[in-house]
C-alpha cells in the first residue's frame, strides 16, 4: 500500500470532531444522574481501573459497565444529533 495514500484528519477536523464530543459529554451530564456520569467520565474518559473506582464510589464492577454501556449508546446518539443540527 501506498503510505501517501492514507487520508489523516487535518489539524481542524481534529479539533472539530474534539469540540463535538466535549459539547456531546457536557449536554450528557447535565441530563444523566451526578454518579453516573462520575462513573462514566472516570472509566471512559479518564481510563481509571474499574476496581479503583469501584471502591471511590462503593459501586459494584458491574453498575460502572451497565452506566458504560448506557452512557456511551447516549453519547454516540447524541453526537450523531449533533452532527446533524443545522449551523
Known amino acids: 500500500p501506498d ?6 484528519p487535518s489539524e481542524s477536523e ?4 474534539s469540540a463535538l464530543v466535549q459539547s456531546a459529554l457536557a449536554k450528557m451530564k447535565r441530563e444523566v444522574d451526578p454518579k453516573h456520569y462520575q462513573m462514566f ?4 474518559i479518564k481510563n481509571q481501573p474499574v476496581e479503583k473506582i469501584s471502591k471511590l464510589l462503593s ?3 458491574g453498575q460502572i459497565y451497565l452506566v458504560k454501556h448506557r452512557l456511551m449508546s447516549r453519547l454516540k446518539q447524541q453526537i450523531r444529533e449533533l ?3 443545522p449551523a
Open 3 to 8: 503510505p501517501k495514500s492514507h487520508s489523516f
Open 14 to 17: 481534529l479539533s472539530w470532531q
Open 41 to 44: 467520565y472516570l472509566y471512559v
Open 59 to 61: 459501586v459494584t464492577s
Open 83 to 85: 452532527e446533524t443540527e
